[in-house]
């Protein structure tokens, strides 16, 4: 099979709308300064620092090789290429790619061969194992594409900090609180050495969005004062145990449905909308509460996460936002973002501002983009920044959204209210992935003689417990 043809336009590279003053305290001078006025120690050493491409190869290394990972690959292989979004502006090439399991990097691997067999180079470096991210993080490549399971990502970015990559993860960065710390420390290290990062919040770089948020920024909706969020849908696949599978390895392959790997999907997904909020309100939320559950997801192999979440943020000056998000099948779905201001309102993903009457008073002129042109976008901003011999750096924005849903799912957990303080200072962390080397290696849980694992139980749950 021959590489994709499309047609080609321009790319549409521009800068972030969010003010520079709108992070209102998340990171504060020079350290790292997080809203609960911890720092964070910033000790990590640099083996080198990027510089600028201009038209060089670019060559680069995917860490995960699931089905995001070989999109988020063919985005950034097609940015030199001839299609819709592309600027065939120098070659890009992949050199090392790695997966936890066989399976997935020889599906992997086949698929990017049949579609870029001249952009791809790996015959000597395709890597197994649970330390695969750390013999493609040290190959030759310039970016790495980290694209597993969200537990795992704080390891695996300070460890390409480490090496001096520039990197493309995928949201989000973490699932717990320490690991978002452990994060924007790395990240600390990756701005004074010129290191760019780009996170897979791809409704950041669709022109509806960014024209919309434009307009709310400049004052188009007043104040802001209710937003609403929604991520409403019918679930995720479920792979079946295997007999000779450990629990361990059982775990790595439903990483989905277990909170240290995925976060929940509160954290795994709906973070697109509740950073989509962050962006538009220009800040993070100051506190949560909130109630969720297992309506449908009872058994054994949905692990341990909720199917259902609905939580109350509160933003400073007492903005609030109502956010929804459900796997379960039957219902009325839907996925979009709302912003209420003191005269006009913003149906931000539809990219429409109507007044308090209704009628219609602004609309981008903006094609809608679906999500594969959206991902396909931000790889083009992406390369295009480091052909221009910028470092772009979503990392402090991306950190605020992650932590604003695992402040959601620490309330809907424990049924409490939960302080934004409180939540980036908890110390409890789900699980030790340093630690993790073989698949017979001890999961840090286990399930009960009747196969069932342990789940939050709103009530009786501290917010620190699967928090």
């Given at each position: 099979?021959?590489?994709?043809s499309r047609?080609?336009?321009p790319p549409?590279?521009?800068?972030?709308l969010?003010?520079?003053?709108?992070?209102?305290g998340?990171?504060?001078?020079?350290?790292?300064?997080?809203a609960?006025?911890a720092?964070?120690g910033?000790?990590?050493s640099v083996?080198?620092s990027?510089?600028a491409f201009?038209?060089?190869?670019?060559r680069i290394?995917?860490v995960g090789c699931?089905n995001?990972?070989?999109?988020?690959?063919?985005?950034?292989?097609?940015t030199?290429?001839?299609?819709?979004?592309g600027?065939?502006?120098?070659?890009?090439?992949?050199?090392?790619?790695?997966?936890?399991f066989?399976?997935?990097?020889?599906?992997a691997?086949?698929?990017?061969?049949?579609?870029?067999?001249?952009?791809?180079?790996?015959?000597?470096?395709?890597?197994?194992g649970?330390?695969?991210y750390?013999?493609?993080i040290?190959?030759?490549?310039?970016?790495?594409?980290?694209?597993t399971p969200?537990?795992?990502?704080?390891?695996?970015?300070?460890?390409?900090?480490?090496?001096?990559?520039?990197?493309?993860?995928?949201?989000?960065?973490a699932t717990?609180?320490?690991?978002?710390?452990?994060?924007?420390?790395?990240?600390?290290?990756?701005?004074?050495?010129?290191?760019?990062?780009?996170?897979g919040?791809?409704r950041?770089h669709d022109?509806?969005?960014?024209?919309?948020?434009?307009?709310?920024?400049s004052?188009?909706?007043?104040?802001?004062?209710?937003?609403?969020?929604?991520?409403?849908?019918?679930?995720?696949?479920?792979?079946?145990r295997?007999?000779?599978q450990?629990?361990?390895?059982?775990q790595?392959?439903?990483?989905?449905?277990?909170?240290?790997?995925?976060g929940?999907?509160i954290?795994?997904?709906?973070?697109h909308?509740?950073?989509?909020?962050?962006?538009?309100?220009?800040?993070?939320p100051i506190?949560?509460?909130?109630?969720?559950?297992?309506?449908?997801?009872?058994?054994?192999d949905?692990?341990q996460?909720f199917?259902h979440?609905m939580?109350?943020?509160i933003?400073?000056?007492?903005?609030?936002?109502l956010?929804?998000?459900?796997?379960?099948?039957g219902?009325s779905n839907?996925?979009?973002?709302?912003?209420?201001?003191?005269?006009?309102?913003?149906?931000?993903?539809?990219?429409?501002i109507s007044?308090?009457?209704g009628?219609?008073?602004?609309e981008s002129?903006?094609?809608p983009?679906r999500?594969?042109?959206?991902?396909?976008?931000?790889?083009?901003?992406?390369v295009?920044a480091?052909?221009r011999?910028?470092?772009?750096?979503?990392?402090?924005?991306a950190?605020?959204?992650?932590?604003?849903?695992i402040?959601?799912?620490m309330a809907t957990?424990?049924g409490?209210?939960?302080?934004?303080n409180d939540?980036?200072?908890?110390?409890?962390?789900?699980?030790?992935?340093d630690?993790?080397k073989?698949?017979?290696?001890?999961?840090?849980?286990s399930?009960?003689?009747?196969?069932?694992?342990?789940?939050a139980?709103?009530?009786?749950?501290?917010?620190?417990?699967?928090?």
């Amino acid at each position: 099979m021959s590489k994709r043809s499309r047609k080609k336009t321009p790319p549409t590279v521009s800068p972030s709308l969010t003010p520079a003053a709108s992070r209102r305290g998340f990171l504060k001078g020079g350290g790292m300064m997080l809203a609960g006025g911890a720092i964070v120690g910033t000790n990590l050493s640099v083996a080198k620092s990027a510089y600028a491409f201009g038209s060089d190869t670019i060559r680069i290394g995917l860490v995960g090789c699931g089905n995001r990972g070989v999109g988020a690959a063919m985005q950034m292989l097609d940015t030199g290429g001839d299609f819709e979004g592309g600027s065939n502006s120098g070659s890009v090439r992949l050199v090392a790619m790695g997966d936890c399991f066989e399976n997935n990097l020889h599906t992997a691997y086949r698929t990017l061969r049949g579609h870029y067999a001249d952009q791809v180079d790996v015959r000597d470096s395709r890597f197994v194992g649970l330390d695969a991210y750390q013999k493609v993080i040290d190959s030759d490549a310039d970016i790495i594409l980290l694209a597993t399971p969200p537990g795992f990502r704080p390891l695996q970015f300070e460890s390409a900090v480490q090496a001096g990559k520039h990197v493309f993860m995928e949201k989000p960065l973490a699932t717990d609180a320490v690991g978002v710390n452990r994060i924007l420390a790395a990240n600390e290290i990756a701005k004074q050495n010129g290191l760019a990062v780009q996170v897979g919040f791809q409704r950041r770089h669709d022109l509806r969005y960014r024209q919309t948020i434009e307009q709310i920024h400049s004052g188009a909706i007043g104040e802001p004062i209710f937003a609403r969020a929604y991520w409403n849908g019918s679930g995720n696949w479920v792979r079946p145990r295997t007999k000779d599978q450990t629990e361990l390895e059982y775990q790595l392959r439903n990483w989905y449905y277990f909170t240290w790997l995925s976060g929940d999907h509160i954290v795994e997904q709906h973070v697109h909308n509740l950073d989509i909020i962050n962006w538009a309100i220009g800040t993070h939320p100051i506190e949560a509460q909130g109630q969720g559950g297992r309506e449908v997801r009872r058994g054994s192999d949905h692990g341990q996460i909720f199917d259902h979440h609905m939580v109350e943020f509160i933003y400073p000056g007492g903005t609030r936002l109502l956010s929804q998000c459900r796997h379960i099948k039957g219902c009325s779905n839907q996925i979009g973002e709302h912003l209420h201001g003191t005269v006009a309102t913003a149906d931000i993903s539809s990219g429409v501002i109507s007044d308090l009457a209704g009628n219609r008073i602004w609309e981008s002129g903006a094609e809608p983009m679906r999500s594969d042109r959206r991902q396909q976008q931000e790889q083009t901003d992406f390369v295009e920044a480091l052909r221009r011999g910028e470092t772009p750096n979503e990392v402090d924005d991306a950190a605020a959204s992650t932590m604003t849903a695992i402040l959601g799912r620490m309330a809907t957990y424990s049924g409490k209210r939960v302080k934004w303080n409180d939540a980036i200072g908890c110390v409890s962390s789900l699980a030790n992935l340093d630690a993790i080397k073989s698949f017979n290696d001890p999961a840090p849980l286990s399930p009960d003689k009747y196969g069932k694992y342990p789940k939050a139980i709103p009530g009786q749950s501290t917010p620190g417990m699967l928090s």
